[in-house]
């Protein structure tokens, strides 16, 4: 089994993966952790790759596609991809490796989110710079306001989510993601998902939908 998610920055995309992982046994594999992990470990990409994230544009696809491929390959079973691929010319490569390596991808969601929701989603959002854990102040808060639940770190505001920056992520997603839901479409793994509810009522959707998909399959 083994699903990619796609929508906007704020779509909820992290939490759902981590219900899905939990629910069917699979891995998750977060382009942004990638990302921000190499930003934080100050390798050359990694330094390339901050020039790119801080100012609310998409990593170059030669760069991103080379990061996710090795991290994909590296995983044992079954997976799910949250926020990669975000262009069509990645969403080749991926099609490409996942064949050859006889592990093609099932199924593909997107969720939809109206704008203003995602506006609200990104100003209580708040993340642990160690475990990189994600809270939000109204949907998801800490058991101590401002402090993580597991290490006990001061919780910060991404620099990515800094409302001009938000704004750029999500005009730029706007543009390319068009042409990429057409080719999941063309491919007939693609479904479309309102993520604009709660949390706990989204995952009900998002599960369903996915047990469906396979009891057909």
Avoid: W
Avoid at 47 to 70: N, S
Avoid at 195 to 213: C, E, F, N, P, T
């Amino acid at each position: 089994m083994n699903i990619a998610l796609l929508g906007p920055p704020g779509a909820g995309k992290g939490t759902q993966a981590q219900r899905i992982c939990h629910e069917f046994n699979l891995a998750h594999l977060s382009s942004g952790d990638v990302l921000r992990a190499e930003k934080m470990a100050g390798t050359p990409q990694g330094l390339r790759i901050r020039d790119f994230i801080d100012k609310g544009m998409l990593v170059p696809d030669d760069l991103m596609i080379q990061l996710m491929l090795e991290k994909i390959l590296a995983l044992p079973g079954g997976f799910v991809l949250d926020g990669f691929p975000r262009t069509v010319p990645q969403a080749r490569a991926l099609t490409d490796l996942l064949h050859d390596a006889l592990r093609p991808l099932s199924l593909v969601l997107n969720f939809v989110v109206n704008p203003r929701v995602l506006s609200h989603r990104f100003e209580g959002r708040r993340i642990c710079p160690v475990c990189l854990s994600v809270y939000h102040v109204d949907s998801m808060p800490p058991r101590v306001a401002g402090v993580c639940d597991n290490d006990g770190h001061e919780l910060l505001i991404r620099e990515d989510d800094r409302p001009e920056v938000v704004r750029q992520r999500i005009e730029l997603y706007q543009t390319s993601t068009g042409p990429l839901i057409a080719y999941y479409a063309q491919l007939g793994i693609l479904k479309t998902i309102d993520a604009g509810g709660s949390v706990d009522d989204v995952s009900v959707v998002v599960l369903d939908k996915i047990r469906r998909h396979f009891a057909q399959s």
